[in-house]
């Protein structure tokens, strides 16, 4: 699952910045960060928190 959710994080990361760069998306990215950076802390957490343990 960590290295699922690393790739969807890399992939919807690049895909918001490719439409920015277009002209389809017109949102400051320092603007989005400045009020969404806690729902990032949150996902990180999730994530850790869901992926299971690598000790067999």
Same mark, same amino acid.
């Given at each position: 699952?960590? #290295?699922?959710?690393?790739?969807?994080?890399?992939?919807?990361? #690049?895909?918001f910045f490719l439409l920015s760069n277009l002209g389809l998306l017109n949102i400051s990215i320092a603007e989005l960060f400045k009020t969404w950076w806690p729902l990032i802390l949150i996902g990180l957490g999730l994530a850790t928190f869901f992926t299971p343990d690598q000790k067999k």
């Open positions: 699952m960590k #290295g699922h959710f690393g790739a969807i994080a890399l992939v919807v990361v #690049g895909v």
